[in-house]
């Protein structure tokens, strides 16, 4: 049995080995067209691919842009009171926060010391006098020189200034107030011993409050084009800590003379009218600067993507002219073709002997569709809604597709306000960018759309850009 076996096996490997010889190179070939045939109608689907995007356009008109900066608060006047001469602190006659006039006494230092200095050289001041008087009448009676009457006139002058010294010893023993103000946090107590140029407190002038803030070179630049030009029309208000903006609008009146160079900015100065007095030295808020823009360019922030920290929008370019022509045509030999099929059919469910006497019509190789032929009820999706639609809708549909294709364009954006960007550069009023739909598209893609018009596009935006 098993020799038998061996026989069987013997004689069926040739014909296994001839059937698998004559199979292989046919089924290979038929793998390599399968392989082949894919890979050539996937660019085809791919670019035959549309999709219906809606689209609006860039427009131009006055927009209000507000630029932030970081600021800090300080008096016009804010100085510090110190004692001008050593001594025991003998009174304080203001308190903290305390709002005082011009010529009011705040401290008063002992003055037994400078008193008695001063009633001495009064003294001594007399004294001179009485000599200089005697020696003026002897020389009347020409008993003395003249020399002799001025150097006695010298001595009562050189008297007299020592009084005035002592005078104003005496007066420095009382610290008054230079201007009007708000008294700050007292530095020292009654009795306190102080020695001469000891701060005391500080005073604010309040009036007017000057607001600091930096701004960075570039925008220096630009705001000294703008003040050059006539341009610099800029609105200033101050957000204070709790988000309420204050009342009263400043000016900017000073731009420092050194950039820092640490930070690259340079910092201005705005002035701001006080008459309240809410506004208190060393206070923070924010600066707002308020510039309406001429005939600035305005798209929606969802029209944009970003790539790599850049902004593109695609915008739409209508079709070159000569594409599309043969779409009718290509409807017609589809219908043509359509109906010769039909007549075959007819043609079976006839008499088999006539089949047999007429060739059979082959029918027309179909090519897969161009781009610019590919209809939007290709779609299986889009043509149910299109069927379902009555033919005036389905009319009125088309009336409202236009066709175009899209570019990637890179654009700088100047300024962001709400859901809106502002151009600076690389797209202009009345171009056609895609709205929605811009995540559905790539660049040079054609697509059908529907166009939007800005105004109404503005007036209802809430989204941020895709």
Known sequence: MQSMFHQRQGQSSPACLRTWRFWSPLALAVALMVIFSGCAKRPEAHHAEHHLVKVTSAIAKDMQITEQYVSQIHSCRHIELRALESGYLEEIKIKEGQFVKKGDVLFRVLATLYQARLESDIAEAQLVEIEYKNTKKLFEQKVVSEQEVALAQAKLAKANAKV????????????????????????????SLVAEGDILTTLSDNNVMWAYFNVPEARYLAYQQEVKEGQADVKVELVLANHTTFPLPGKITAIEADFNNTTGNIAFRADFPNPEQLLRHGQTGTILLHKTLKDAVVIPQRATFEILAKRFVYVV????????????????SHQAQAHTEGEDDDDDDGDDEKDDKKPSAKPAPKRP??????????????DDHLKKLSPEHHAEHHANTLRGIVRQREIQIRNEKDDI???????????????????????GDEVEYEYIDPAEVLGHLKNKAE
Not at 164 to 191: H, M, Y
């Open 369 to 382: 569709p161009l781009p610019h032929e590919k209809k939007p009820h290709d779609d299986k999706h889009h």
């Open 317 to 332: 370019e209508p079709v070159p002219e000569g594409e599309g022509k043969d779409e009718p045509e290509m409807a017609d």
């Open 164 to 191: 005035k010294l002592a005078q104003a010893e005496l007066n420095f023993t009382e610290v008054k107030a230079p201007f009007d103000g708000i008294i700050d946090r007292l530095r020292q107590q009654q009795g």
């Open 421 to 443: 960007f502002i151009i600076r550069s690389g797209l202009k009023a009345g171009e056609k960018i895609v709205l929605e739909g811009v995540r559905q598209v790539r660049d």
